[in-house]
């Protein structure tokens, strides 16, 4: 990847409100609303903002109701627990926020945010100059990962985060990130009740992949497999084939995508710090100011002729 390319952060709204909220311990403000969510989500991407200086961002969501997945499995995500009130009744302050920050947010009914994702991975296979970063607290788009798309994981709470490429799936997975669904389809995913195949683990998940390659390859070549495992794979086929269809994102949902719209634009300062005021995040409001001052080096920068970093 060149250091050259321009950075897409594209952020899973409803995979970091989640790690934000459980990571965060329970903050109130002094009004009683519960902040710990808005306040790990704000510090992440005043974090993101500064550190990567991103020429452009976008977030999408999930939305209630069911999805074409559901349709293909009655029982899929069924084992779900439903997060506690606290947890939803922040997630409008946040979208409030994103809009502060002028950032464009995306959400379809029938797919998941997922699927909203892989499109706009899809969308910019064409864009040589720019290179992607999936913004997640998930495994799901590990699928997408790419040379020209990288996933970033937040790590120990939101104190750190994981880059993962081509290299760092390989060393830490054993399979590359084509094989990732094909893993998903074996082991299955407890997350989100994916069956997978009964009896098959991560590890023989893994040298299965290793030795064949793809989940296709492995049953042409059932013979080639042990007798135990064979019989799990050949009881298990239909549900491969289920689960398959499950894991796969779908990336032709049907967005108005475009990339220029997706520009880091400057954010109106007084309505972010009123936000900001409001929750009583005060060493964010001090993140907010130096994040400003990014933004007015930049514009000055621009007016005197010289090419400038967007924060």
Request: proline share 4%.
């Amino acid at each position: 990847m060149s250091n050259m390319k321009q950075k897409l952060l594209i952020i899973d709204g409803n995979a970091i409100i989640h790690r934000a909220f459980h990571a965060i311990p329970l903050l109130t403000s002094s009004s009683g609303q519960p902040t710990n969510a808005i306040y790990g989500f704000a510090s992440m991407m005043l974090n993101l903002l500064l550190k990567m200086q991103p020429e452009y961002i976008v977030m999408t969501y999930d939305l209630k109701g069911k999805t074409f997945r559901d349709d293909l499995y009655t029982e899929y995500k069924a084992t779900r627990v439903h997060g506690p009130q606290e947890l939803y009744d922040q997630i409008p302050e946040i979208k409030k926020l994103v809009t502060a920050f002028n950032i464009p947010q995306f959400a379809v009914e029938g797919y998941e945010a997922d699927d909203v994702i892989a499109t706009i991975v899809k969308k910019m296979t064409n864009c040589d100059d720019v290179h992607s970063y999936i913004v997640t607290g998930d495994r799901d788009t590990f699928q997408l990962i790419s040379k020209d798309t990288s996933v970033i994981t937040p790590h120990k709470g939101f104190k750190e985060i994981i880059i993962y490429t081509p290299e760092k799936v390989q060393e830490e997975f054993g399979i590359t990130p084509e094989q990732f669904c094909d893993y998903k389809t074996l082991r299955g995913d407890t997350s989100d009740n994916i069956p997978g195949v009964r009896g098959i683990g991560e590890v023989t998940a893994r040298e299965l992949l290793q030795k064949f390659g793809t989940v296709d390859e492995m049953y042409a070549r059932l013979e080639e497999v042990g007798p135990a495992v064979r019989k799990k794979l050949d009881e298990g086929r239909e549900s491969a084939k289920m689960s398959k269809q499950l894991v796969t994102l779908n990336s032709d949902v049907d967005i108005a995508f475009d990339l220029e719209a997706c520009q880091t634009h400057t954010f109106n300062m007084h309505d972010v710090m009123k936000i900001f005021e409001g929750f009583e995040f005060r060493s964010l409001m001090k993140k907010l100011t130096d994040l400003d001052g990014k933004y007015t080096e930049a514009r000055q920068a621009e007016s005197n002729g010289v090419l400038p970093l967007i924060f």
